[in-house]
């Protein structure tokens, strides 16, 4: 007998609907790409990250990472202490620990989750001088605990999750400050940019005078320590190009209907494989919460001997499969220090250490233990009844050879 497998296509819309269209020529037509002040694009695209996320300040830079950078800047990470970050996160999330001039510091993710333990931040809270906490996959970090656990700044990775709810309460509002990429494969796209979400005008005019516009630092500084930078700015090239901007405000206005198919489509999932006694631990978001969506992690119960082979065999049978992040930690880059020191000077002298192993078994556990499943954010249901069935036979079959 043949097993099951997955024959409808990927239910999907076209990224970009007329709406994104519309707003593009409205841009031509009106003859202003670029944005040197707070202009109209920008400014709609700032207020409405400001209304998502319940924030004060949302300022919008030319990518993810330059939103990183400009954050963990602002908020003081410095070449003496570290960054405490995890390893279950994009590159960028690493990398731009370095640019702001100072360190990773690995920490544990949680046993049940993909993201940051607040237990592994406090026992490096003493080495670093700001957190890093990445909303992996979508599943909102324990935003309450992290706070708990240190007093140091917390910066938001909220890459994975525009539009998530912990607690009531919006991620890119809980840290000192949120990052939200809006790169193409991102739950809001404005093909590229970035958006940096505070509610403390200090952040928000340091990560300001990083790389905007003289023209918009005069418009805005009102710190007279700052006041300095305003001709001139610190020498980063960071601004939105105005078309990422009307773009990403529309895929905004599509968000909520994407977000509750995604759930429905994640729901139907669910109680087909709870049917079939599928050995899944189900991530717990809690009360009051709302995931987002770029990937949906699964964690498998029992003992996967082969996670190579599980993807594979996932992939054989057209379940919606997404490769997991590589371990960061054993590149050459974050094993090197001579080679990053070539990009980051700073580094020569620091106390960064190489990243171990031991220090990360919640973390290494995930990686053998976790699938990330794409879920489609139209209404699908014929197509997760597919998915349950073909990913069940593939989970039982792994199991049985376990
Ligand atoms: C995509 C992503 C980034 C980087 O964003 P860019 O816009 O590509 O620079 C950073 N962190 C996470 C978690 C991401 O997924």
């Known amino acids: 007998m043949n097993d099951p ?24 037509d009106d003859g202003h790409l670029s944005e040197i002040n707070r202009g109209p694009a920008t400014n709609a695209l700032e207020a409405a990250f400001t209304r998502l996320t319940g924030t004060r300040h949302a ?33 960028s999330a690493i990398t731009a620990v370095f640019q702001a001039g100072s360190y990773p510091v690995f920490c544990d993710i949680e046993p049940d989750s993909p993201n940051i333990a607040a237990t592994a931040v406090a026992q490096s ?29 917390i910066v938001e990775d909220c890459s994975h999750a525009h539009g998530a709810v912990y607690q009531g309460r919006a991620v890119g509002s809980w840290g000192a400050a949120g990052c939200f990429s809006l790169q193409e494969s991102k ?23 990083l790389g905007h ?32 901007a009307v773009i990403a405000r529309q895929q905004l206005r599509s968000l909520p ?31 009051l919460s709302v995931r987002g969506w770029y990937g949906t992690p699964l964690t498998i119960s029992a003992r996967v001997p082969d996670p ?12 919606p499969i997404r490769s997991q992040y590589e371990d960061w930690t054993q590149t050459p880059l974050l094993q090197r220090p001579d080679l990053a020191a070539r990009y980051w000077p700073h580094l020569a002298a620091s106390p960064y250490r190489l990243p171990t192993r031991d220090a990360l078994p919640n973390y290494y556990k995930a990686l053998r233990q976790m699938i990330v499943l794409k879920v489609p954010q139209v209404p ?14 593939v989970l039982a079959r792994a199991v049985l050879t376990a």
């Open 5 to 28: 497998k997955v024959t409808l296509p990927f239910p999907r819309e076209p990224k970009y609907g007329q709406a994104e269209k519309d707003a593009v020529l409205k841009l031509l």
């Open 59 to 91: 300022l919008s830079l030319n990518s993810g990472t330059a939103s990183l950078h400009a954050a963990l800047h602002a908020v003081g990470a410095n070449p003496e202490a570290g960054v405490a970050v995890s390893p279950m996160t994009w590159i």
């Open 125 to 153: 809270a003493d080495e670093c001088s700001a957190v890093l906490a990445t909303h992996t996959w979508g599943i909102p970090a324990r935003m309450d605990q992290l706070a708990k656990a240190t007093e140091l700044p």
């Open 187 to 209: 739950a809001v796209s404005g093909g590229e940019g970035g958006v940096l979400t505070t509610s403390d005008r200090e952040i928000y005019e340091r990560a300001l005078t």
């Open 213 to 244: 516009h003289p023209a918009r630092l005069a418009a805005e500084l009102t710190f007279p320590e700052l006041w300095p930078l305003t001709g001139t700015g610190a020498a980063y090239k960071y601004r939105m190009p105005a078309v990422s």
């Open 257 to 287: 209907t994407r977000m509750l198919a995604a759930e429905q489509n994640l729901a139907t999932l669910r109680k087909a494989l709870e049917e079939y006694d599928a050995p899944i631990a189900w991530p717990s978001i809690g009360e």
């Open 308 to 319: 190579r082979a599980l993807y594979e065999q996932c992939k054989a049978a057209g379940v």
């Open 380 to 393: 699908a249901s014929d197509y997760m009844e597919q998915v349950a069935e073909a990913l069940a036979t």
